[in-house]
């Protein structure tokens, strides 16, 4: 593992960061403050290949390795955490699943389209009922002749306001002791798919998070993503691979909010002198900074393992627990180096903090991770 960056990951962490500081910057305190997803932004982002990170040249991806689309990821959630949330979802758990499981025509049809951003992709697998016990999906897709009939309500989708094509996690049986699922390609102009309001988040405002609703909704059979009855298999491959974004998106909330923490302490006077000289600060910037430097390699350790082609579940798992406790403790620790203003809206770190919690939730709790980590831990005799 190289453990210094190459030029090309310093060069698109350069690029990525200047589209960000030019374009997200000067916007991501007001679209979190009116929860608006900037749909201008997004356009730009299109001829950049964001919604296209690894998806093959042939379908007009950009098809980078793992870390280089994890550096992307970072960057903009170092400026803006809900547009990363945007593009970390739509390439890590929308076309990831098409690029493992799709047929060929499927390929053909949708991967142009979602890697150049024409349409937007969710990836919606929670119900009231199942959260993190996936298995516990109540979505039933019922069969009728060349289609299925799909009715349920499945809540809190990511891109889910905004998204042209949703893959969606419904019953199609029993096998014997435990229902078995499917995943639906859906478009969002198909009869029958309706969009709930959007959620009023604490942070990540500025993602169109929202609820499906699935009255009737008539899908062609040919939209079974992978086989019948392979939504528990596609569903843990996909959020393998999510798991690596979600730790890239809590990295760069992570490095935002210590960038931030820096310079306050710098400028701050208090007892003539700036906190930075203080021991106590000294030391919080010591541990943040230190967080922040693992927190990465183990990120950047998950993406190589991947990248080898190597099974990377528990890594990615130990790097999303890991990068999201990082985020929610340096973000913390930033509001308290701002003092009273790190706790007013004039100040990033406010909306920094609100942001990091979300990672340790989405795409499997903290406390889900440590089962899978523990899982894979116990399963070998040497680790
Ligand atoms: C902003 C946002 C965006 C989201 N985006 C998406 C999306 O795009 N697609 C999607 O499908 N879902 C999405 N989700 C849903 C998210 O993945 C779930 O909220 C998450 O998996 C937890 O499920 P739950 O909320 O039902 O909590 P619960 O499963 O009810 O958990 C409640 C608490 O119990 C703990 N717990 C549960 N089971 C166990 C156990 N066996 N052992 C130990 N502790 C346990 C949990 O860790 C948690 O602390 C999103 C959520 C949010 C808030």
């Known amino acids: ?7 090309k990951h310093k060069l698109i962490r350069d690029s990525v960061r200047n589209f960000a500081e030019t374009e997200l910057a000067p916007i991501a305190a007001e679209i979190d403050r009116t929860a608006t997803f900037p749909r201008d932004v997004m356009e ?24 280089s689309a994890a550096i992307v990821v970072e960057e903009l959630s170092r400026v803006c955490a809900a547009i990363g949330l945007c593009i970390t979802v739509h390439n890590g758990v929308a076309v990831y699943p098409f690029l493992r499981f799709a047929t060929p025509e499927q390929k053909k049809h949708y991967l142009p389209r979602l890697a150049s951003g024409e349409f937007i992709g969710a990836f919606s697998l929670t119900e009231a009922n199942a959260g993190s016990d996936a298995g516990s999906v109540e979505t039933t897709a019922v069969k009728n002749n060349k289609e299925y009939i799909l009715n349920g309500t499945k809540i ?5 306001g905004v998204c042209d094509v949703a893959l969606i996690f419904a019953l199609t049986g029993f096998e014997p002791g435990r229902p078995q699922s ?11 798919f309706m969009r709930g309001e959007l959620e009023d988040l604490c942070g990540m ?61 710098k400028e701050r006077q208090q007892f003539k002198k700036p906190i ?45 627990l890991y990068c999201s406790t990082v985020a929610s403790t340096v ?17 990033d770190v406010e909306r920094y903090f609100r942001d990091a919690k979300v990672t340790e939730i989405y795409e499997g709790t903290s406390e889900v991770q440590r089962m899978v980590i523990a899982r894979a831990v116990l399963s070998q005799l040497t680790f």
Not at 1 to 7: A, G, L, S, T
Not at 156 to 160: H, K, R, S
Not at 333 to 339: F, N, R, S, T
């Open 1 to 7: 593992m190289q453990f210094n960056p190459c030029v």
């Open 44 to 67: 730009k982002m299109r001829p950049l290949n964001y919604f296209g990170l690894q998806a093959p040249k042939e379908f007009g991806g950009a098809a980078l390795d793992s870390v």
């Open 156 to 160: 809190f989708v990511t891109n889910g």
């Open 182 to 192: 499917s995943v639906f390609i859906v478009e969002s102009g198909y009869p029958g």
């Open 205 to 265: 405002r500025a993602n169109p998070v929202s609820s499906l609703f699935l009255e009737d909704c008539r899908v062609p059979e040919k939209n079974i993503l992978g086989k019948v009855g392979d939504g528990m298999k596609i569903g843990l491959a996909t959020l393998d691979n999510g798991r690596i974004g979600v730790a890239a998106q809590a990295l760069g909330i992570a490095q935002g909010a210590f960038e931030a923490a820096v310079k306050y302490a």
């Open 276 to 320: 930075a000289s203080l021991q106590t600060i000294q030391n919080y910037i010591a541990d943040m900074a230190t967080e922040i430097k693992a927190a990465r390699l183990l990120l950047y350790d998950a993406c190589a393992r991947k990248d080898e082609g190597a099974p990377f579940g528990c890594e990615a798992s130990m790097a999303k």
């Open 331 to 347: 973000t913390s620790l930033a509001v308290q180096i701002h003092g009273g203003y790190g706790y007013s809206k004039e100040y």
